[in-house]
T-cell receptor
Framework: GEDVEQSLFLSVREGDSSVINCTYT??????LYWYKQEPGAGLQLLTY?????DMKQDQRLTVLLNKKDKHLSLRIADTQTGDSAIYFC????????????FGTGTQLKVEL | SQTIHQWPATLVQPVGSPLSLECTVE??????LYWYRQAAGRGLQLLFY??????ISSEVPQNLSASRPQDRQFILSSKKLLLSDSGFYLC????????????FGPGTRLLVL
């Protein structure tokens, strides 16, 4: 299909790791992104990965890319209550110009 | 550094009234500009994008329009609002080349009654 898919909800305990998954559509996408949206706010870029990479780590964030399966994941280590938000993945499809295709978003809830 | 502004932050309008939402970007030149709507169901819908002054591409037919009167100014308008126009409107910008990363403004929440 043409949709970038994510599960709708994820609940974790504070201190545990969170893994948010995304399946994208265009195997030729050059860049893949993760954005975070807190309630009532705009989207904040968390990180992005170039398509020739398998993994990217940035402090508590680890992005894994499986191009064969068109699967992208975001792992948040030592999840904190401040990580509660909606997380969007996005791809930059070939032929899309500068447009991005966003996933439906995963709402992460961190419980004490 | 680059910043993006949107106003107003919140707007309550009656059905049938006009609309004008403004977005401005600072610290960059000739950006690509985008308008998105985020309904209560959370997904982002691209409404319009612009690659230059006066150049607007519409993604979804609707009663909204967009204009870019200046390089770093993007305006979303409607002549007559519908109830279904309620939502959270997000403006974003990106460089004309490079990583295609989009940077978002704080959004405008519109409630049409």
């Amino acid at each position: 299909g043409e949709d970038v898919e994510q599960s709708l909800f994820l609940s974790v305990r504070e201190g545990d790791s969170s893994v948010i998954n995304c399946t994208y559509t265009d195997s030729s996408s050059t860049y893949l992104y993760w954005y975070k949206q807190e309630p009532g706010a705009g989207l904040q870029l968390l990180t992005y990965i170039f398509s020739n990479m398998d993994m990217k780590q940035d402090q508590r964030l680890t992005v894994l890319l499986n191009k064969k399966d068109k699967h992208l994941s975001l792992r948040i280590a030592d999840t904190q209550t401040g990580d509660s938000a909606i997380y969007f993945c996005a791809e930059s499809p070939t032929g899309g110009g500068n447009k991005l295709t966003f996933g439906t978003g995963t709402q992460l809830k961190v419980e004490l | 550094s680059q910043t993006i502004h949107q106003w107003p932050a919140t707007l309550v309008q009656p059905v049938g009234s006009p609309l004008s939402l403004e977005c401005t970007v600072e610290g960059t030149s000739n950006p690509n500009l985008y308008w998105y709507r985020q309904a209560a169901g959370r997904g982002l819908q691209l409404l319009f994008y612009s690659v230059g002054i006066g150049q607007i591409s519409s993604e979804v037919p609707q009663n909204l329009s967009a204009s870019r009167p200046q390089d770093r100014q993007f305006i979303l308008s409607s002549k007559k609002l519908l109830l279904s126009d309620s939502g959270f409107y997000l403006c974003a910008w990106s460089e004309i080349s490079g990583s295609k990363t989009q940077y978002f403004g704080p959004g405008t929440r519109l409630l049409v009654l």
